[in-house]
């Protein structure tokens, strides 16, 4: 079943790159305490993920920290070094943080892995938005399989003004 509202994310490790190259990053690291807008994408560079979703966020990043988030979190399946590349292509490098989840570990802990092997693309996750509070799931906002309609950063933001 599908994480849902008021639940909290499991433990898994992520990749990040740093500047001393690929480093772990744990859900704890990434959640504990903190409060963290967190949105995935099917693939880097796909199209709507390229034109659309990734420069929605890099767009609000200022209004999401004015709003008390710590951090903005961007997953997807792709390795760390093509998120890596990903976020210098965007302008998100410095402003999103990348968490690649490469075996897709974390989209199929929360229930929100999607099938793309007939593609040619393997296992990846679906286009979700969330707000998480000290690792708990506040805001989550999924999208059918090839939509893009209600995870993009104009509706958390407008979500996350109403819960206010």
């Not at 075996?103 to 999607?114: N, Q, R, T, V, W």
């Amino acid at each position: 079943m599908p994480i849902q509202v008021g639940d909290k994310l499991p433990d898994v490790s992520f990749t990040t790159m740093t500047a001393d190259g690929p480093k772990p990053m744990t859900t704890a690291d990434v959640f504990a305490g903190k409060k963290v807008a967190l949105f995935a994408v099917p693939g880097a560079y796909t199209p709507t993920c390229h034109k659309a979703h990734m420069p929605g966020f890099v767009d609000r990043v200022a209004e999401l920290k004015a709003k008390g988030f710590d951090t903005i979190a961007c997953t997807s399946t792709n390795d760390v070094f093509v998120l890596a590349n990903w976020a210098e292509d965007t302008g998100a490098q410095g402003k999103i943080l990348m968490l690649a989840d490469g075996s897709a570990d974390f989209a199929k802990k929360i229930g929100l892995e999607l099938d793309l092997g007939a593609r040619g693309m393997g296992m990846r996750s679906q286009r979700y938005s969330m707000a998480v509070e000290n690792g708990v799931v506040t805001i989550l906002n999924t999208e059918a399989p090839g939509k893009f309609e209600t995870s993009g950063a104009d509706t958390l933001c407008s979500m996350i003004d109403r819960s206010l």
